[in-house]
């Protein structure tokens, strides 16, 4: 069956291949950018079944038309694809305020704009999926991507609590998290951020480098994650988070064995502060023993007695 979608951030990059991934599959899609003019190109290659809109993620009002527009042209809207984002790599100390919070209105806010304006749809369709086009670095924290990588983990952490409310009503809720894809994210990233304090410089300073020689070199191809984010938005049960790309996949892995082994070193501390003494009672852990014990005996004399009687 056909499906309705409205990208944003399609003017170019990860975006602009999903529109067409999503179009080559015989779908229909509202694509959204700053300057709809960007997307004049691909209107004339697929005609009606490709709508455009300019559209300022940040503007919740603009949001909602940009919803409108699409049920207007198509009737329905089967997935949303939160696309628009931008990262810039500054130490924190030196990101200015309204640049801080620039980001954060974009990767984030940007987020819970366009989902508050399509979830109404879907609710009354009773399907549809969610995309929210996150980041490795959404589970991870890197020297310069404060910004960012803080409205990346506020992203997954929406998309979990989200899921958890909408999946009965039939809607699908997932965050992508891409490792580095050959787009113009890292080159837009590294502008205009050379002058680094020397203190920051062997962390931010060097992941500074490393990106500037990184672009062009990212293990993830636009094209082969544009089909794989089809796919998904075709499947009945996708997962609520899924990586994209392989250092996405080694990064991840190397993430949670660091989180694990950290919280094991402090497991003790952890576990000291309940509202219990700090040394307990041997007694009454005995006695908190025995009655785990005797209460799986007796779900367990239950269970056995209601199979017999079957």
């Known amino acids: 069956m056909s499906k309705v979608w409205l990208v944003t951030g399609s003017s170019r990059g990860l975006g602009r291949r999903m529109v067409e991934a999503a179009l080559g599959a015989g779908d229909r899609v509202l694509a959204t950018a700053r300057n709809a003019k960007t997307l004049d190109g691909l209107k004339a290659c697929y005609g009606d079944r490709l709508q455009t809109a300019t559209l300022d993620v940040t503007d919740g009002q603009a949001a909602q038309l940009a919803v409108r527009q699409a049920v207007d042209a198509f009737g329905r809207l089967d997935v949303l694809v939160n696309n628009a984002g931008y990262g810039q790599v500054m130490p924190f100390e030196q990101t200015e305020d309204a640049a801080f919070r620039a980001q954060i209105d974009t990767n984030f806010y940007g987020v819970v704009n366009v989902t508050r304006a399509a979830l109404p749809v879907m609710r009354q369709q009773r399907s549809g999926h969610i995309i929210q086009i996150s980041s490795i670095g959404g589970r991870i924290g890197t020297a310069g991507l404060s910004a960012y990588q803080a409205a990346k983990w506020a992203v997954n952490g929406f ?47 060097a992941f500074h480098g490393m990106l500037s020689s990184y672009s062009g070199h990212e293990a993830g191809d636009p094209i082969r994650m544009a089909q794989a984010i089809v796919r998904l938005a075709h499947h009945d049960n996708p997962p609520v988070h899924l990586l994209l790309g392989s250092d996405a996949v080694l990064m991840a892995e190397q993430a949670d ?54």
Do not use: N
């Open 159 to 205: 998309t979990e609590a989200l899921d958890k409310e909408v999946r009965p009503l039939g809607i699908k809720v997932v965050a992508v998290e891409p490792g580095g894809i050959r787009t113009d994210w890292a080159a837009l990233a590294v502008q205009d951020t050379d002058d680094v304090l020397p203190d920051y410089a062997e962390t931010v300073g």
């Open 257 to 310: 064995i660091f989180r694990q082994a950290q919280d094991e070193a402090w497991r003790e501390v952890s576990l000291a502060t309940d509202h219990m003494p700090a040394f307990p009672d041997p007694v009454r852990i005995a006695e908190t023993d025995a009655a785990l014990r005797q209460a799986q005996f007796d779900a367990l004399s239950t269970m056995i007695r209601e199979q017999m009687q079957d």
